[in-house]
């Protein structure tokens, strides 16, 4: 198990846990500095912004865990007394806008001990490198994203290769399986493979507790198919099993509060702003099926041309 590599590679103990179990009883830890910070003020702020490196204030999603990134990227914080864990970075030009929105909670950049991402592009990926140096944090990838990651450039089978630049590159202290939990001191993570974005994409589900009340947090990735020009998805009958199995995955995810990368593609922005309560055990499902339907057009209009 990956938990059982890093804790002791961390100096933490170790905490079996599932990603969707009570365990991960944690509570907010509030700063003063991170009073004010919520997620209608999030949503608030970047009310007709989606750019990749628009700045954003932080919010405090739930519990302790927190929203980080700018008005078009998601970036997770999630926090504890034995050290915190970063998933995504956004572009390379937002790095610095992360580390001084973790700053402006109250928490220390030099306290993310463990980052890990959705998927290997750019958008998301390409700010890594830079908090890794931040930090000092190590790193886990999916054992498909791992080589990308590692060199930095875009793997050949992905659907956008041609379209993707290259990012810095990070180091991997360690690749990760498909239902892997993933623990860093009392935070217990479950690594999910959905490849239905990228061949390395992968959601992440974990338990954040405020007191007694415990939500499941589901960072469920991208699964939009678009590619690079002249791609064609039935050129290549493994990727589209791949997209298939991917989009089954997430949909069975364990679906709590559902974030994903981009917060437009979920509507995350337009909840957070709502009265309604965020907690929806049919998000995933909603997410998956509205996948497979643009994928599906995807399928027929290659197949029309």
Not at 105 to 122: A, P, Q, R, T, Y
Not at 167 to 193: C, H, N, W
Not at 239 to 259: F, M, N, T
Request: charged share 15%; net charge negative; proline share 6%.
């Amino acid at each position: 198990m990956f938990a059982r590599f890093l804790a002791p590679l961390l100096g933490l103990p170790l905490l079996a846990c599932a990603g969707d179990g009570p365990a991960d009883k944690i509570s907010a830890n509030l700063s003063p500095a991170a009073t004010g910070y919520t997620a209608a003020a999030l949503a608030n702020a970047c009310s007709g912004r989606s750019g990749w490196s628009d700045p954003a204030p932080p919010a405090h999603l739930f519990g302790n865990s927190w929203l980080v990134g700018t008005c078009g990227i998601t970036v997770v914080l999630i926090t504890s007394d034995q050290g915190h864990v970063l998933i995504d970075g956004g572009p390379a030009d937002a790095a610095p806008l992360v580390a001084a929105n973790i700053s402006r909670l109250g928490f220390k950049i030099n306290d993310v001990k463990l980052i890990l991402s959705s998927h290997e592009h750019f958008d998301h990926a390409g700010a890594l490198a830079e908090l890794q140096r931040l930090s000092g944090a190590k790193v886990a990838a999916l054992e498909a994203s791992a080589p990308v990651l590692t060199s930095g450039n875009a793997a050949i089978d992905d659907p956008q290769h041609d379209s993707l630049p290259a990012m810095a590159p990070v180091k991997i202290a360690q690749t990760v399986r498909d239902g892997e939990i993933v623990t860093l001191g009392p935070i217990s993570l479950t690594a999910f493979a959905t490849p239905a974005h990228s061949p390395g994409s992968t959601s992440w589900a974990w338990t954040s507790c405020d007191g007694a009340d415990c939500r499941t947090i589901t960072y469920a990735d991208s699964i939009s198919t678009i590619s690079a020009d002249g791609y064609r998805f039935t050129d290549h009958a493994d990727r589209i099993a791949a997209v298939r199995a991917g989009l089954d995955q997430v949909e069975h995810l364990p679906c709590g509060i559902l974030i994903t990368p981009h917060p437009s593609v979920s509507g995350m922005f337009e909840r957070f702003a709502s009265s309604r309560a965020l907690n929806d055990a049919a998000a995933c499902k909603a997410y998956a099926d509205g996948g497979r339907a643009r994928f599906a057009s995807r399928l027929n209009s290659e197949t029309a041309k």
